[in-house]
């Protein structure tokens, strides 16, 4: 099956300072990567996803990269802001023959210091 | 997005016994989902919750251990049976958007269980 390995596990950055989390994954077949942030005792809600034939997508201060060769993708967030402190969960979906579930990484817990 | 609902939010439960939480989805949906997020750590996949048949158990994962219902395209059931300690976690209903390989997933709240 489909692992993925994700770091840093925890993260501590300034306010206005960026961050960067990154995922690695082994099935080159995979084909549609989310980031879900949660907040604590809250459920993870969907931030950004990419799609296999993107390489790079936006949104405001959060991006996401792709590198389908290398089989990684990584999460950028600028000019962090202390509500962005959270656990972050990047997952993968490998298409399939009834595959359509994600496999999550372990999660980076981020903490932005004001 | 959909507006998953689950109950209960939260319960303590006494060791051997079971619970259900039920999941309802504001509008019709092709996949529904079982998560288990253990204190701390990520989220595991039970279970796939097939409307009209039986569900679909990931590794690890057992009937026995974790029925699920789908009676129809809006609302599912997770019963955790004979729980012990260990089964304390967070539940979470999910569903995908759109078709199963292009949908995205979105999350219900969760049900915090504690077994003592």
């Known amino acids: 099956g489909e692992n993925v390995e994700q770091h840093p596990s925890t993260l501590s950055v300034q306010e206005g300072d960026s961050a960067v989390i990154k995922c690695t994954y082994s099935?080159?077949?995979?084909?549609?990567f989310p980031w879900y942030k949660q907040e604590l005792g809250k459920r993870p809600q969907l931030i950004i996803d990419?799609?296999?034939?993107?390489g790079e997508k936006k949104d405001q201060r959060i991006a996401v990269t792709l590198n389908k060769t290398a089989k990684h993708f990584s999460l950028h967030i600028t000019e962090t802001q202390p509500e962005d402190s959270a656990v972050y969960f990047c997952?993968?979906?490998?298409?399939?023959?009834?595959?359509?579930?994600?496999?999550f990484g372990k999660g980076t817990k981020l903490s932005v210091i004001p | 997005s959909a507006v998953i609902s689950q109950k209960p939010s939260r319960d303590i439960c006494q060791r051997g016994t079971s619970l259900t939480i039920q999941c309802q989805v504001d509008?019709?949906?092709?996949?529904m989902f079982w998560y288990r997020q253990q204190p701390g750590q990520s989220l595991t996949l039970i279970a796939t919750?097939?409307?009209?048949?039986?569900?679909?158990?990931e590794s690890g994962f057992v009937i026995d251990k974790f029925p699920i219902s789908r009676p129809n395209l809006t609302f599912s059931t997770l019963t955790v049976s004979n729980m012990s300690p260990e089964d304390s976690s967070i539940y979470l209903c999910?569903?995908?958007?759109?078709?199963?390989?292009?949908?995205?997933?979105?999350f219900g709240e969760g049900s915090r269980l504690t077994v003592l």
């Open positions: 509008s019709q949906v092709t996949m």
């Open positions: 919750a097939n409307q009209g048949s039986e569900a679909t158990y």
């Open positions: 999910s569903v995908s958007s759109g078709t199963g390989l292009t949908g995205e997933l979105f």
């Open positions: 990419i799609r296999s034939n993107v």
């Open positions: 099935d080159s077949a995979s084909n549609y």
């Open positions: 997952a993968v979906r490998t298409s399939g023959a009834g595959s359509y579930q994600l496999t």
